[in-house]
């Protein structure tokens, strides 16, 4: 998969591509990371790429030539007509596990950042094919959004997290949360791992984790359990976590 990000900023992105996951997937080809910047295909001497914005206002407003030269070239270098092109925008879809999962899906993501007061509207009606936002909160600018995606994406690329089955067990993949888990040693300070874990029997250590996962998510996030139609051992499962966690 290729990932392209327009950014004013590209050393921003050194560090997070540099290392772990993410610089083992690049080593290994799975992924291929650039950042364009744009202000590299602008013509004037002074190379602008924001101004004051129309009718008013404070702030500047990143210009549409550069970014939207900048968006045809890289989709031009990767000549592939699966592709997804996205803008960071605060006002955007919210960004989720089954959105990353989506995004996974295309040969090549173009991520635009914004900047400064956004981008000229034009590049958002007429290049991008989507907004999408990272949380009910605004940033400096689309850097940040940018890394969080390209990281949560790219987990979903096959052998990027070693085993190919590796992003399934992850919270929110399945709609629920991960369930608990351990290593050595057995025992820490008095707190001992579950023995079920200990026990080798794969198929009563599945039921544990599934039922520990219903757990996480019914204490910590019930939201995600609201409207979903669970399976009937999965509802045998919850029913169980509610009894013990109300005392019975």
Same mark, same amino acid.
């Given at each position: 998969?290729?990932?392209?990000?327009?950014?004013?900023?590209?050393d921003?992105? &050194? =560090?997070? !591509? =540099?290392?772990?996951?993410?610089?083992?997937?690049? $080593?290994?080809?799975? *992924?291929?990371v650039?950042?364009?910047?744009?202000?590299?295909? &602008?013509?004037?001497?002074?190379? *602008?790429? $924001?101004?004051?914005?129309?009718?008013?206002?404070?702030?500047?407003?990143?210009?549409?030539?550069?970014?939207?030269?900048?968006?045809?070239n890289?989709? #031009?270098?990767?000549?592939?007509?699966?592709?997804?092109?996205v803008?960071?925008?605060p006002?955007?879809?919210?960004?989720? +596990?089954?959105?990353?999962?989506?995004?996974?899906?295309?040969?090549? !993501?173009?991520?635009?950042?914004?900047?400064?007061?956004?981008?000229?509207?034009?590049?958002? +009606?007429?290049?991008?094919?989507?907004?999408?936002?990272?949380?009910?909160?605004?940033?400096?600018?689309?850097?940040?959004?940018?890394?969080? *995606? &390209?990281?949560?994406?790219?987990?979903?690329?096959?052998?990027? @997290?070693?085993? #190919? $089955?590796?992003?399934?067990?992850?919270?929110?993949?399945? =709609?629920? @949360? %991960?369930?608990?888990?351990y &290593?050595?040693?057995?025992?820490?300070? =008095?707190?001992?791992?579950? %023995?079920?874990?200990?026990?080798?029997?794969?198929?009563k250590?599945?039921?544990?984790?599934?039922?520990?996962?219903?757990?996480?998510?019914?204490?910590?996030?019930?939201?995600?359990?609201?409207?979903?139609?669970?399976?009937?051992?999965?509802?045998?499962? @919850? +029913?169980?976590?509610?009894s013990? +966690?109300?005392?019975?």
């Amino acid at each position: 998969m290729r990932i392209d990000i327009i950014s004013l900023f590209p050393d921003m992105f &050194t =560090g997070p !591509l =540099g290392h772990s996951i993410l610089k083992r997937a690049q $080593d290994n080809n799975l *992924i291929f990371v650039q950042v364009t910047n744009p202000r590299d295909f &602008t013509y004037d001497k002074h190379h *602008i790429v $924001d101004d004051y914005p129309f009718g008013g206002g404070s702030g500047m407003v990143m210009k549409p030539e550069p970014i939207f030269r900048a968006v045809e070239n890289v989709v #031009n270098a990767a000549n592939s007509s699966n592709r997804r092109v996205v803008l960071m925008c605060p006002g955007g879809q919210p960004f989720n +596990q089954a959105k990353a999962r989506e995004l996974a899906s295309y040969e090549q !993501l173009v991520l635009v950042c914004g900047h400064y007061e956004g981008i000229d509207d034009r590049i958002r +009606q007429q290049v991008v094919d989507e907004a999408v936002s990272i949380g009910d909160y605004v940033l400096t600018g689309g850097e940040l959004p940018a890394m969080i *995606i &390209t990281d949560a994406v790219a987990r979903m690329i096959p052998g990027v @997290l070693g085993a #190919n $089955d590796g992003a399934q067990h992850d919270s929110f993949y399945n =709609g629920f @949360l %991960e369930y608990p888990q351990y &290593t050595r040693p057995r025992e820490f300070n =008095g707190w001992e791992v579950p %023995e079920v874990l200990l026990s080798g029997d794969h198929a009563k250590i599945e039921t544990w984790r599934r039922k520990e996962s219903l757990r996480a998510t019914f204490v910590r996030r019930p939201d995600l359990l609201e409207g979903v139609e669970l399976s009937p051992r999965d509802q045998k499962l @919850l +029913q169980e976590v509610k009894s013990e +966690q109300a005392g019975g």
